[in-house]
Nanobody, 125 residues
């Protein structure tokens, strides 16, 4: 099983990035997927979740209206489009998969079956 996150980098405030998380080794379309982040010195926090088919999405208040989660089950990939990035968005971003639950319950950060290794996002001028 592997979750490989990519697409991170250095971006100026107000800029955009698109993260990808490619899954392998499990039936991707049967799993709820989520994005999480961990800033230096802080605990890991929920960013966004998406249901198996992509019809249900849920966001942390801090990113609502700026970030969009999506998935392509044919490509076994989940995405996070991040717009209007701010310095406080600087963190390592992780994707995770869970066999049960919903996009909303991903925010509880419990019972994840698989975690990816993360990709660094730095927002700085």
């Amino acid at each position: 099983v592997q979750l490989q996150a990519s697409g991170g980098g250095l971006v100026q405030p107000g800029g955009s990035l698109r993260l990808s998380c490619a899954a392998s080794g499990f039936t991707f379309s049967s799993y709820v997927m989520g994005w999480f982040r961990q800033a230096p010195g802080k605990e890991r926090e929920f960013v966004a979740g998406i249901s198996w088919g992509g019809g249900s999405k849920y966001y942390a208040d801090s990113v609502k209206g700026r970030f969009t989660i999506s998935r392509d089950n044919a490509k076994n990939t989940v995405y996070l489009q991040m717009n209007s990035l701010q310095p406080e968005d600087t963190a390592v971003y992780y994707c995770a998969a869970r066999r049960s639950g919903s996009a909303q319950t991903m925010a509880l950060m419990k019972g994840m079956d698989y975690w990816g290794k993360g990709t660094q996002v730095t927002v700085s001028s």
